[in-house]
């Protein structure tokens, strides 16, 4: 008898035993997945918060000025490239309740691809929307790239310390031939095609290729005083000079016709257009652009893109 009371003990004691531990197991398993429950929602709260952020902000119910900003170098993947500005000039002429547009422009030039493409779009824009004024408002700087685009606009309105103009073109890049040289590096280059090695840094130049190259510079750069004398037309006062690349104030800019008064976003907004209210219509770049940049994943490509490149500035 005492014998079968042990065992019913035992047995007892295991599945109690049994229970704690599955008990324990499970526990376990719902906290891992609190945990990681808990985990992802806070990523997605991240995410959403940098989405919001990357935004612009969303238009107002009320008439407003609609604001787009056109920062630092013009190139493809940049914030000042072509698609995002073109994205947020077409969402501002889109928007209900817009009475005028502004495109701040802080930018020391870049491509004239881009910038090209920028001031055909705006002119477009205008042509459809014949009613709706677009300014440009200067910051620090409107040159080369940045003046190419900001012609296209009803006016130009600066600081008087702005930095305006620098009509001209460059094509910059690296030669690496005496440092060759003093290594003693050997260029094998091979080609089918006698200019398919154009403008090779390891390479010296050649002279028919940099007058070549000169040529084609002359070309773009003509492009872009046509450009400047169809937007600007004959409140444009040619000097000697003008167009040599030469940087002027905005003061100065102002008397030679580069631009035509002074002015801020706010008092554009508020004495020109008649719109206090100002709605940011920019495009800003995904967090996971911005993240990719600062850990310099462009960094490679940035760098051989300098060796030879065209450049408004």
Request: charged share 25%; with cysteine.
């Amino acid at each position: 008898m005492s014998e079968q009371v042990e065992n019913w003990e035992r047995q007892t004691l295991e599945k109690v035993a049994l229970a704690a531990v599955t008990e324990q197991r499970r526990a376990r398993k719902w906290s891992i997945f609190f945990k990681l429950a808990g985990l992802i929602y806070l990523f997605l709260v991240l995410f959403l918060v940098m989405g919001l952020m990357d935004h612009s902000e969303l238009p107002s119910a009320k008439d407003h000025t609609a604001l787009v900003s056109l920062e630092g170098v013009i190139a493809p993947d940049s914030q000042a490239s072509a698609d995002r500005i073109i994205e947020g000039l077409q969402a501002a002429f889109k928007a209900k309740h817009v009475k005028g547009v502004i495109l701040r422009i802080n930018s020391p030039g870049g491509s004239p691809v881009q910038a090209g493409q920028i001031n055909d779009e705006i002119k477009r824009l205008k042509a459809k929307n014949p009613k709706m004024p677009l300014y440009v408002v200067v910051d620090d700087i409107c040159a080369s790239g940045g003046y190419y685009v900001a012609v296209a606009a009803d006016k130009i309105f600066v600081d008087k310390a702005s930095l305006v103009g620098s009509i001209g073109v460059l094509m910059d890049g690296f030669g690496f031939t005496g440092t060759m040289e003093k290594l003693g590096v050997d260029r094998r280059l091979m080609t089918a095609g006698e200019n398919k090695g154009f403008l090779d840094p390891f390479s010296p130049v050649d002279p028919k290729q940099k007058e070549f190259a000169l040529s084609m510079l002359e070309e773009i750069h003509q492009q872009f005083i046509n450009t400047v004398k169809a937007g600007r037309g004959a409140r444009l006062k040619e000097t000697e000079g003008m167009f040599s690349g030469l940087i002027w104030t905005g003061a100065r800019s102002i008397e030679l016709g580069l631009a035509d008064a002074y002015g801020s976003t706010e008092s554009v907004a508020r004495d020109v257009i008649k719109a206090e209210d100002i709605v940011d219509y920019t495009p800003r770049q995904s967090f996971a652009d911005r993240f990719a940049k600062r850990f310099g994943a462009a960094s490679a490509e940035a760098f051989v893109s300098s060796m030879t490149s065209t450049k408004l500035r």
